[in-house]
C-alpha cells in the first residue's frame, strides 16, 4: 500500500483512482516494437496520428505534467494524493493510427511496457490492457494474454477514432474475451485527433479548443453507449461490465431516460433488448467522477448523483492531464452531501466492485 500524507481526509480511507495515465515517449515505445516498425517509430519525423493543431496549454499559461515514471506516479498519486491504487493506463491513440498491423504491433508493445515499467515495480498499482481497434481478432488474442499479468484489471478502449461503433458485432470477440476472462472495460475518449475522426465536420467548424474540449468525451461516450444499446451487447455479455472514464457524469440522466423514450417508441430497431436501456444501464455501467461538474447550487449536483447512484460512481483524477481533478474537490462534496458509507462507496467500493479489486 502507498506511504500516506497527512493533510487530507483521505488519509484514513481506502482509495481508488480509476483514471491515472501514463505517457510512454515513442523512442522508449519502439524498443518493445518489432520491425520494421520500431525503425518508423524512431524516426524523428514519425507521428502516429495527425496532430489537430489545438493550443491546449493557452501559449504556457496552463502548466503541462511531465511524463510520470512510475516513481513520480508513486509520488504524485499515491503519496500526493493519498490514492492507494491507481488504474493505470497507457494512454495509447491507437485507434487512430492509420496502419493497422503497426497498430497491432504497439498495442502488444504498450501492454509489454505498462507490466515492466509499472506494474512490476508497485504491488498497489493495477492496469489496463490496451487493445487496437482496427483488428479485434488481435485484440481478443491480446486480452487473453495479458489476463493472467499480476494487476491487470481490465481493458482500455479510446472510444475516439474507433473506425465503427463499439457496440457492432465485428467487435464482440473483444467482449467475449473480456468476459472470459473476467475482465472490466474502460471507455476513454480523446479531445483530439482521435474524436476529429468520429465528428468530423462538427469538430472542424469549432475553431475554440474549449468548445471540443467540452463535447469531445461525452460525445463519444452517448455513441458508444447507443451503439451497444442497439446491438444488444448487454444481453450477449451479461457478465460483462463497462465504465466510461473521462466524460464527468451530467450525461447519464440524459442518455437513460432518452433511451427510454426511444426505446417505447422503436422496440424492433434494438430487438435483443428484454428490458429498458435503463436497466441495463444502471446494472452494467458505471462512471468515473472526473471531470466534475461545477454547478452554481453544488445542490444540483447532488442530484445528478441521486439519480446516477453513488454505487455506480467511482473517484478518478485523470492524473497528468492539464484538467486532472484533485480527489479532495470530490471528497469535499461527498462529505458535505453523503453519508459515509456512500462516500466509501464512492472513493473505493465501486471501482472494487466494477474491476474486482479486494480492497
Known amino acids: 500500500m502507498a506511504t500516506r500524507g497527512e493533510q487530507s481526509p483521505l488519509t484514513t480511507h481506502t482509495v481508488v483512482d480509476a483514471d491515472v495515465h501514463l505517457r510512454i515517449p515513442l523512442e522508449d515505445l519502439a524498443d518493445y516494437c518489432d520491425e520494421p516498425y520500431r525503425s518508423s517509430i524512431k524516426n524523428p519525423t514519425y507521428t502516429p496520428v495527425n496532430r489537430s493543431g489545438w493550443d491546449r496549454y493557452m501559449g504556457g499559461n496552463i502548466t503541462k505534467e511531465s511524463l510520470p515514471d512510475a516513481e513520480t506516479l508513486n509520488e504524485k498519486v499515491c503519496e500526493g494524493f ?26 502488444y508493445a504498450y501492454n509489454d511496457y505498462l507490466v515492466e515499467h509499472y506494474l512490476d515495480h508497485y504491488d498497489h498499482f493495477r492496469g489496463l490492457v490496451s487493445i487496437a481497434t482496427q483488428d479485434p481478432e488481435a485484440a481478443a488474442e491480446e486480452i487473453d494474454r495479458m489476463a493472467d499479468e499480476d494487476g491487470i484489471v481490465g481493458v482500455y478502449v479510446l472510444n475516439s477514432g474507433a473506425h465503427l461503433p463499439l457496440g457492432n458485432p465485428d467487435f464482440d470477440p473483444v ?22 475522426r468520429d465528428f468530423p465536420i462538427q469538430d472542424n ?40 472514464l473521462e466524460a464527468g457524469v451530467s450525461w447519464v440522466p440524459y442518455m437513460m431516460f ?66 486532472f481533478d484533485h480527489p479532495d474537490a470530490l471528497d469535499g462534496h461527498l462529505r458535505r452531501f453523503y453519508e459515509p458509507e456512500d462516500r466509501e462507496r464512492v472513493l473505493s467500493g465501486t471501482a472494487g466492485e466494477a474491476f474486482g479489486l479486494d480492497v
Not at 175 to 196: I, M
Request: glycine share 4%.
Open 258 to 323: 432518452r433511451w427510454n423514450k426511444e426505446y417505447g417508441m422503436r422496440r424492433r430497431e434494438a430487438p435483443l433488448l428484454e428490458r429498458s436501456p435503463e436497466e441495463y444501464i444502471r446494472e452494467s455501467c458505471y462512471f468515473a467522477s472526473q471531470p466534475i461538474g461545477e454547478p452554481n447550487d453544488p445542490t444540483h449536483l447532488r442530484s445528478i448523483i441521486d439519480l446516477i447512484g453513488t454505487d455506480r460512481l467511482m473517484l478518478a483524477t485523470d492524473y497528468p492531464h492539464w484538467d
Open 175 to 196: 467482449y467475449r474475451a473480456a468476459e472470459d476472462n473476467g475482465l472490466h472495460v474502460a471507455f476513454h475518449a480523446s479531445a483530439g485527433a482521435p474524436f476529429a
Open 205 to 244: 467548424a469549432i475553431d475554440r479548443f474549449a468548445a471540443t474540449h467540452v463535447l469531445a468525451h461525452p460525445w463519444a461516450h452517448m455513441l458508444t453507449l447507443s451503439s451497444l444499446i442497439v446491438n444488444g451487447t448487454f444481453e450477449k455479455f451479461p457478465d460483462l461490465n463497462f465504465t466510461f
Open 82 to 107: 493519498n490514492v492507494d491504487y491507481p488504474i493505470v493506463n497507457a494512454f495509447p491513440v491507437l485507434a487512430s493510427v492509420p496502419e493497422s498491423d503497426k497498430a497491432v504491433n504497439m498495442m
